[in-house]
């Protein structure tokens, strides 16, 4: 649905409430808090990698109790099938005809629980769901739910029986982010903080769904400076050219770029990106779009230190 229609004055209020309730359900991760709500006012797509246990899950359903939303999610696991997610044309036999049930991809916020450990074939059945926020099931195409938010997580470190993300659908996600273990004094209040109940029962809504639409609208508002749009494209070249590179940042993760700048530079109350705005979200936005060379990996010479290297020899714009 257009922007129009639910338009109302966006508040900066609503999103100081919306980060006040997740840092009551992830202690001490103000950075993955930030990447998080950037995603969010950016329109994209998030993919959460780290170890079971560190609040993956919680902080998905957390989002969607603040912002008022639909919540659905989707263990993902060797025998899932693209129906499982997307729906089916069900036989009506008293009729004879035939009635579309919607998959959980008919929501506003979906977890897809450790994606990775699904067959590709299900996998890419999220990436027209991503990409153009519509399914296409038996030739018919049916529109999703206005917004739709993906958050994906995967366990980087079990990668028995699971099917790596090909880099298709890697370029989807506007942003990675790993969440970590907290600190010590982190964990002893999140001990404490759970002990009568669950602090998730405790998040309220902070946002409707219009002033979600009116934020995001707004943050499409903020000023890119040309020479600003220059860094950001002068970057992925460079990518496309280092012999320790396979694959370099796509046209889409440009386009990621400009919009999560812009998403940061709205948090931080400014009006214009600045070039540290792409110099602190380049990791989140840009790494998971490189493949590095076998000898690079064998080397030592990750993608994310391939990319920071790069970041730091193009010449910053005054």
């Known amino acids: 649905m257009p922007y129009a229609r639910f338009y109302v004055e966006p508040s900066r209020e609503s999103l100081t409430r919306v980060r006040d309730a997740l840092r009551g359900v992830l202690e001490g991760k103000e950075n993955v808090i930030e990447l998080i709500l950037i995603g969010l006012l950016a329109g994209?797509?998030?993919l959460l990698e780290d170890v079971p246990g560190v609040g993956k899950t919680t902080l998905a359903k957390a989002l969607a109790r603040a912002l008022s939303l639909e919540f659905a999610r989707v263990q993902f696991t060797p025998d899932l099938l693209p129906t499982d997610i997307l729906g089916?044309?069900?036989l009506n036999p008293k009729e004879g005809s035939f009635t579309f049930h919607r998959g959980p991809v008919f929501t506003n916020v979906l977890l897809a629980d450790e994606i990775n450990r699904a067959s590709p074939r299900t996998q890419s059945a999220l990436l027209e769901a991503m990409n153009?926020?519509?399914?296409?099931?038996?030739?018919?195409t049916h529109r999703l739910p206005h917004p739709f938010f993906v958050i994906a997580t995967q366990n980087p470190s079990d990668y028995q029986g699971t099917y790596p993300l090909p880099e298709a659908q890697l370029d989807r996600f506007l942003l990675r982010a790993n969440i970590g273990y907290p600190s010590p004094d982190a964990e002893v209040r999140m001990l404490f903080a759970r002990q009568h109940d669950d602090p998730?029962?405790?998040?309220?809504?902070?946002?409707?769904i219009e002033q979600l639409l009116a934020l995001q609208a707004a943050v499409r508002a903020v000023v890119v400076k040309d020479d600003v749009a220059r860094y950001i494209v002068r970057i992925a070249e460079r990518t496309r050219a280092?012999?320790?590179l396979t694959t370099g940042v796509s046209p889409r993760g440009t386009i990621a770029m400009f919009r999560a700048a812009q998403a940061r530079a709205y948090l931080g109350g400014r009006a214009f990106?600045?070039?540290?705005?792409?110099?602190?979200?380049?990791?989140a936005v840009l790494a998971?779009?490189?493949q590095p060379t076998t000898q690079a990996r064998y080397a030592g010479r990750t993608g994310d230190a391939t990319l920071a290297a790069?970041?730091?020899s193009i010449e910053v714009p005054t």
């Open 310 to 312: 790069i970041v730091k």
């Open 88 to 90: 089916t044309q069900v």
């Open 132 to 140: 153009e926020a519509q399914a296409t099931i038996d030739g018919e």
């Open 200 to 208: 998730l029962e405790r998040v309220k809504p902070a946002v409707d």
């Open 273 to 283: 990106v600045a070039p540290a705005d792409v110099q602190a979200l380049a990791g």
């Open 44 to 46: 994209g797509h998030i």
């Open 288 to 290: 998971h779009r490189i």
């Open 242 to 244: 280092t012999p320790d």
